[in-house]
């Protein structure tokens, strides 16, 4: 969750900085930070995934952990994630760093297609599948939690997961796939528990509340009120 919110934190404060006067198309800070976090995100949900597969077994079984449809499954949907990244950022740098002249032409087009279609587009659905397996897995199989323990998991999901959905549904104009994968995502969830469960199991509060009112918000906001919606 921290690596989650980092990253949000991170990326909202360098938006509106200017791209580097030197030969550097990112800045060296930005290069080192915006790798290194979804580092943190990508080694959080794996660490996250292998204690819920040894969870039962109280031993490694490589099973379960690498041929497994689960594991299967949530292998691509990290390698996806982190490919969508790479893609995004490499290709957000390479706009910013482009000449006046050359932002209306079609090589820009290309290299904006890349940044906010193909890698966001990546992004979320590795991001969706990794989220699935651990939902799948995790849910039913964790202690209760107590009412601080819940406000906080309940807060970090809307930090996370709802800002996540909402953003690229709106930020990045994928609103079909954004409402699609937080509707599945709830769906997922509260088939596995009883609602009045959602907020005591500890994977399904760090991952249902926020998918579901990002859905909820998504829903109201662009086919309720209408059109597509734009980020502030």
């Known amino acids: 969750m921290m690596s989650m919110l980092a990253w949000e934190v991170y990326q909202g404060a360098r938006a509106g900085v200017a791209p580097p006067a030197s030969h550097w198309a990112i800045a060296p800070v930005d290069l080192v930070f915006l790798t290194l976090l979804p580092a943190l995100c990508a080694f959080a949900f794996t660490r996250l995934f292998l204690v819920l597969t040894q969870n039962v077994r109280g031993s490694l079984n490589v099973y379960t ?10 292998w691509i949907g990290m390698a996806l994630g982190m490919m969508g990244h790479g893609i995004h950022l490499s290709a957000h740098a390479i706009q910013r760093s482009l000449p006046n002249i050359f932002i209306q032409g079609q090589f820009a087009a290309k ?8 890698g966001y587009l990546m992004l979320g659905a590795g991001f969706f599948l ?16 107590s009412p601080a323990e819940r406000a906080l998991f309940v807060l970090g999901s809307l930090a996370t997961y709802g800002v996540i959905f909402i953003y690229l549904g709106v930020g990045q104009g994928q609103i079909i796939a954004a409402i699609a994968g937080s509707l599945v995502i709830s769906a997922i969830g ?4 009883p609602s009045r469960e959602i907020t005591h199991d500890l994977i399904a509060a760090f991952i249902v509340p926020g998918s579901f009112l990002a859905c909820v918000t998504l829903v109201v906001w662009a086919i309720i009120v209408g059109g597509q919606p734009t980020w502030p």
């Open 130 to 145: 990794a989220t699935v397996i651990i939902l799948l897995l995790g849910q039913g199989s964790s202690r209760r939690m």
């Open 190 to 193: 509260f088939w596995l528990l």
């Open 111 to 118: 290299i904006n297609f890349l940044d906010t279609r193909i």
């Open 65 to 74: 952990v690498i041929a497994s449809p689960y594991a299967w499954v949530f």
